[in-house]
């Protein structure tokens, strides 16, 4: 049956059915090479994301927890993206909750990030081409040690390749890194602090969040943008 438009009444329920699944964040998935952002609102509380994996560098015992939960001073909404609760038996491992099924290889990454509590390690940050748990790139900022750095992990080995000495006060800040070729930036709060060159990873791999040990920390509008 056709309205008066001309439209029939099935086609009308197909629209109307799209209509709702954006509404309700159901449309179709982008693509690996889109521009991608979480802000962590269509996530339920005491669960992780949707295409988000748990997993631990150096890990001794069972790893962290990572949850979404609710906090009032969330940049956007009132989810956010935590690690809520570190493993007691920390010593070097590195806390991870990151996509796998993503193809990065150049272009930006940029996260909003609190740290909350920590007595041997607070805040983190981002890692991209994660090729998996135990290789990829690094940065992070760490308030008890007041500095911001970059950091390859190699068969599950960091090294260091930059370093600033930045004091930040508590609350929210937005880490940004702009990945081209070998060439690499690192911005905090806007600022470029940091940038270098390597060659280690060049092939396309995962991005996702990064603590240190005991670092609890809160993530907001973690953004994946390719060039």
């Not at 049956?1 to 109307?16: D, I, P, Q």
């Not at 709060?189 to 920390?217: I, Y």
Request: some cysteine; overall charge neutral; aromatic content about 10%.
């Amino acid at each position: 049956m056709k309205t008066k438009y001309g439209m029939t009444m099935l086609a009308l329920a197909v629209l109307a059915s799209l209509l709702v699944a954006t509404a309700q964040g159901g449309a179709k998935a982008p693509k690996k090479t889109d521009s991608m952002v979480w802000d962590f609102e269509q996530a339920s509380a005491g669960q992780i994301p949707a295409g988000w994996k748990v997993e631990a560098t150096n890990e001794k015992g069972n790893p962290a927890i990572w949850s979404v939960v609710k906090d009032a001073t969330a940049p956007s909404g009132e989810k956010v993206l935590a690690l809520a609760s570190p493993n007691p038996n920390f010593g070097d491992t590195f806390n991870l909750c990151w996509i796998d099924d993503l193809s990065f290889l150049d272009g930006e990454i940029k996260v909003c990030f609190k740290a909350a509590t920590g007595e041997e390690d607070q805040g983190g940050g981002v890692i991209w081409r994660a090729q998996d748990k135990n290789n990829y790139y690094i940065a992070r900022f760490n308030p008890l040690e007041d500095n911001f750095r970059i950091y390859t992990v190699q068969n599950a080995r960091r090294k260091m390749l930059a370093s600033a000495k930045i004091a930040l006060g508590p609350g929210w800040h937005t880490l940004r890194i702009v990945q081209q070729g070998k060439q690499f930036e690192g911005y905090l709060d806007g600022q470029k602090r940091l940038e270098g060159s390597t060659g280690l990873f060049p092939e396309p791999g995962g991005a996702g969040l990064w603590t240190k040990a005991d670092a609890a920390t809160l993530f907001d509008d973690f953004s994946v943008v390719p060039k």
